[in-house]
């Protein structure tokens, strides 16, 4: 397993200098190669042509000498040879007879007149005219028969240092190596910086983008948008488009929301006239009867106990309407009792389809939590479980506090949330508002007040209808005391 | 008579001579042939320069400086009539005493006389002559009285020949040649003038010293200034051993000859010079 990380997730203004670093080293060895095999044949055919003109003149002097078997003039020639051709270093020349004895050589201390030329030397030259280059002793050794009228009247051996023409090899590769380098690094930079400049459009978009994710949907400025190559300017346009359909959506929905809600009050509105109309016929009764039968006691007591539950179911009605629609309750308090009063709001859905409403609060004190928006989120699931439920179903709900945080769930008998549906509460992020025709409005209104909330939902299918639990976090008392 | 002179400024002193107006017709009409042997350094192409532009100079007429690579050669040449007057080898001049006329002889270190010198490259351990046997020998020429013909006759005496007592030997064709061979390793011995090589030791003592004198000869008669027997009566030859002498003493001690000499290693050796 590699530590390091695969090369397509490293970032590109890494990634192109290294790949410049990479092709400009492969393009520096590859010259280089070329360079150095150009360079190593160039001295070659140099040296061979220094040596031929070397030999050339050599023999020619000496080949009189020779012919006449002169020690004094040949060594006089090669003495006076030496140095005395630029470009070629000659350590010795020997010249060799027939017989493969010395008749004379530029060094006669090693090479004594008249003796054999030792074995293990005549070994690195060779038989015939020509160069032999060693270039890990740093020598090359010449060959050059010296002919007279056809006839072979010796041989000129020498053997040349080559010393320089390596030097000259190195000091090219390290050349090479260092200007190559420095071009490496060099382009690299340029790679980085150039790289680096171009992608800073991305950096904006990247920072606009998160923005829309965190619910800030803005355009780019145009200032941005003037500085950026035309790539980067058509994506900012496209940016800036959807950035603009997604405010426009929310406007859309929220007005759409806002309509829900008087909806809702009207349905609401409908339901509680309804609940305050029925004990009112009894109540009208009652009067009636506390009317015609005044000196009944019984009759009297019976129907002013009457008259008390109804204005007592009314009053409830009304309080719950009144906390719920006309706020005025503390926005940083939960009490258990604000829980409490949303059964009757429901009161008539929950008539009208014969539910049975399973309410459990086990909420025990006031929690430090947004209790208009958690009356919302409440009520709303509620409505929405009653809806989904079937005739004669049942409807429960559990409010609970543990761990710091409230838990609230809501179980049907219905059908199923539907998966967009339950995604516009358990979405993460910000999702677009679902459109006029569509239904949703009112989960994506929950769905948003979870997420002001800093809550999450969760939607659970069973095996008949569903449960939603909302976590919402409560802040504990000491930073209630100090918001 | 008797003006110091070193070799070089008899020389000089040829050309100081007033002979132009009184130089026979024969053998030089136009100008004056005089040849030079290997004795004349060969490498002393400035000198020779000098000499050539001063005698032309003083002779108001053309001087050839005849060079050649061997002794034998500049003898042919003086008795086949086609040079003056030469500076030849004693040797050369013993031979053919009777066809040539002395003209003067230098004088070295005050004498007319000089040795035959025999070295040895200086990593050899040989003391004496008799230690040079075996070993690969330089000679300078076989007209040379001390670059040859005084080793031929040490050897005689010893009843052998250079074939026989020495590994190998060469001919060198001058005296510098023999110390450059030496001095080189190319032979391990050799004969050379004993002028040349004190000579040497002062103006390329890198070159002596990688040779060492291992035998000194007898005084041997210095090599002279001779012209062919038939000219010998010639004004303008006889002014010129005359011219020779006379400039020759006075060039020795003047600023001009301190100027085209500028070796004042030739003066040390100043001498004498007899009229012939």
Known sequence: MSRFPRLPAWPLTLKVPLLVAALMIAVAVIISQIVLTRLVKDQETNLTLLANAYLDGLSAAVLPAVIRGDVWETFDVLDRARG???GVEARYAIVELPDGSVLAASDPTSFPIHSPVPAELRSKFLNKDGLVINDDVGRAWLTRGLRAEGFSVGQILAEI??????????????????????LAIAFSLIGYFA???MLQPLGVLSRYVERAREGRVEPIPERYRKKVASEFGQLFDRFNAMARAVSDRETLASHLAEQDKYAMLGRLASGMAHEVNNPLGGM??????????SEDPEVLSKSLDFLKRGLAGIRNVVRAALVTYKGGSDTSLLTPTELDDLPFL???????RRLR???RNRVPEPLAIDGPAVRQITLNLLLNACAASPFGGAVAVEASRSDGALRIAVSDEGPGLPQDMAAL????????????????????TTGNLIKRLNGVAAVERRETGTRIVVTLPVKTEAARHAA | MIPAVSRRSILLGTAAASVSSILPAAGASEGFNFGLTPLFLDNDIELLAMVGRYLTKRLERPIALIKRRTYHEISAMLLSGQLD??????????????????????LYRHKPLYQTYVIVNDSNSAQSFDDIRGTVHAFSDPDSTSGYLVTRWMLALRQTTPALFFRDSFFTYGHRNVIRAVGAGLAQSGSIDGYVWEVMTEREPELVRRTRIVFKSEWLGFPPIVTPMVIRDMPAVKALGRGAARHAYRSARSKNSERVGARRIHYRNAGYVREH
């Open chain 1, 425 to 444: 509460l358990t979405s993460a992020g910000r999702i677009a508002a679902p459109s006029r025709e569509s239904k949703g409005l009112g989960l994506w």
């Open chain 1, 195 to 197: 790289v680096k400049h």
């Open chain 1, 161 to 182: 240092d080559i010393a320089s023409l390596l030097r000259i090899r190195s000091q090219v590769v390290l050349t090479l190596i260092l200007v190559n380098g420095a």
């Open chain 1, 284 to 293: 009208m009764n009652a009067i009636d009867t506390i009317q015609s039968h």
């Open chain 1, 84 to 86: 005395q051709y630029s």
């Open chain 1, 357 to 359: 409403l399973d309410w």
């Open chain 1, 346 to 352: 429901v009161q008539h859905e929950t008539g009208v």
């Open chain 2, 85 to 106: 007057a030469a500076w030849i080898c004693d040797d050369p001049y013993v031979q053919y005493q009777d066809k040539l006329a002395l003209l003067a002889v230098p």
